[in-house]
């Protein structure tokens, strides 16, 4: 992380700047996701394919109450 955002010595650098730095790094873990999507359906049965949580064929979507989110340990989260 300190690589691709360069100067660390700031305690509270810009959202801006921070994000323009990281979006190349963003774009390829996008690219590479989506051909990992691919390959895995390329791979896979139609039966196997239907199997699989919309949440991992289309990462990105907002997903639904229960399908993949864990909720954080603290109060009234036990």
Do not use: H
């Amino acid at each position: 992380m300190a690589n691709v955002l360069g100067d660390t010595t700031t305690k509270n650098p810009d959202p801006m700047t921070v994000f323009t730095k990281l979006q190349p790094t963003i774009a390829e873990a996008r690219k590479l996701a989506t051909q990992a999507i691919n390959d895995s359906k390329a791979i896979l049965t139609p039966a196997q394919w239907a199997k699989v949580p919309e949440s991992i064929k289309t990462p990105g979507l907002r997903r639904e109450e229960g399908e993949g989110r864990r909720e954080r340990g603290g109060p009234g989260n036990e």
